[in-house]
């Protein structure tokens, strides 16, 4: 069984080979690693009686010489779920007939990408249901009692264009990540001036700083590098980060954006552009920072969605940034504001693969 031993030790999923009597004729070190106790050799039948219904499995693949499957959960004892597939391939030179020979298939990155999946179907079509419930319920009152009342006509007429405009928005950060995905292993080519960038997305927020009351402050380094990427992309992680802070900032308050070069201290351990943007406002729960980026999630649901916000905003950036090999930094202190902080490598450092 040498022979044997060495092919399964050469793939890439665990294998376990057993006799007719189910006792193990070979065995990789995926395997042994997976299912084995700590500090602790391989067992397996413990290992069958901690697999419900792959015991009866096995002996039934012996008499009928079919294949076979049965999945294994976490909740068994397991680190990942795992598709087992036994097969009966009769006999081998030195080994009681048949030979049985069990693979298993890691399933729990498939498995938690459908979870995601579903979960992001589900978000989005509560995030639609809400603003058509509410217009459906505009609609029916216009078309009956306030059908000839003017103040109430025009109040309700408002909201139904706040609602369509949430709707829309959430159709345009939808389409933009959905873009941002598909292109995240797409080769960056140009060399981009981050001084445009920033003036490209102050103008941009300019107007809803004005609307909401709120001071922009920039100080730009006199000597900021270009960097490899794509110039809307940047513009907007730019505008997403300075919404965020124009309506998480405090009444009348301030934003704040510094860019500057940093050389090495940084996420990225090299040469790269800094920059962060600044709130004055109340601050970030720290248990609450890492669930940021995450889609939908929102500190604080009602005040996001009244200031018209999707809950993509930060997941948009992350996606842009990892296409820029760039890191998103966020430190809070609550009762004294947010500051989000992106890190994108210089480009005097980056020659592009064109491969």
């Known amino acids: 069984m040498r022979l044997a031993e060495s092919i399964i030790e050469g793939l890439a999923v665990p294998v376990i080979s057993v ?3 189910l006792r193990i004729l070979a065995i990789n070190s995926l395997a042994i690693n997976a299912f084995s106790e ?3 050799a391989f067992d397996f039948d413990l290992f069958l009686d901690r697999v419900s219904g792959l015991r009866p499995l096995l002996e039934n693949t012996i008499e009928t010489a079919e294949p076979a499957k049965l999945k294994i959960k976490p909740k068994a004892g397991f680190r990942s779920d795992y598709s087992i597939t036994v097969k009966n391939i009769g006999a081998l030179e030195g080994a009681a007939s048949p030979v049985l020979v069990l693979t298993f298939e890691d399933r729990s990155l498939f498995n938690d990408l459908k979870a995601m999946r579903i979960g992001f179907v589900a978000n989005v079509s509560h995030e639609i249901r809400s603003p058509l419930t509410a217009i459906s319920g505009f609609v029916e009152t216009l078309q009956g009692p306030a059908i000839e009342d003017v103040a109430v006509r025009e109040r309700f007429l408002g909201m139904m264009a706040k609602e369509v405009t949430r709707m829309t928005n959430l159709v345009s950060d939808l389409l933009s990540l959905s873009q941002v995905e598909a292109k995240e292993r797409y080769i960056l080519k140009n060399r981009i001036d981050l001084r445009s960038v920033i003036d490209q997305a102050v103008q941009s927020v300019g107007p809803v700083a004005q609307k909401w009351g ?6 730009i380094g006199a000597d900021l590098p270009s960097v ?5 992309d940047l513009v907007r992680v730019l505008i997403n ?7 998480y900032s405090a009444p009348n308050g301030k934003v704040r954006l510094v860019a500057r070069a940093n050389c090495g201290v940084n996420p990225l351990d090299r040469d790269a552009i800094e920059i962060s943007v600044t709130d004055d406002g109340e601050g970030i729960a720290p248990d609450e920072i890492p669930r940021l980026t995450q889609r939908f999630y929102r500190v604080d649901k009602s005040r996001s969605r009244n200031m018209g916000g999707t809950g993509l905003g930060l997941a948009i950036v992350k996606h842009i940034l990892v296409r820029h090999r760039g890191e998103l930094s966020i430190e809070s202190v609550v009762g004294q504001g947010a500051t ?3 890190y994108l490598p210089s480009a005097a450092q980056e020659t592009p693969d064109l491969s």
């Open 340 to 342: 989000c902080t992106i």
């Open 19 to 21: 006799d007719v009597n």
């Open 214 to 219: 709120k001071t922009l402050e920039m100080e």
């Open 228 to 232: 490899m990427g794509r110039q809307d």
């Open 38 to 40: 700590a500090d602790e």
């Open 241 to 247: 980060l300075l919404e965020n802070a124009i309506h």
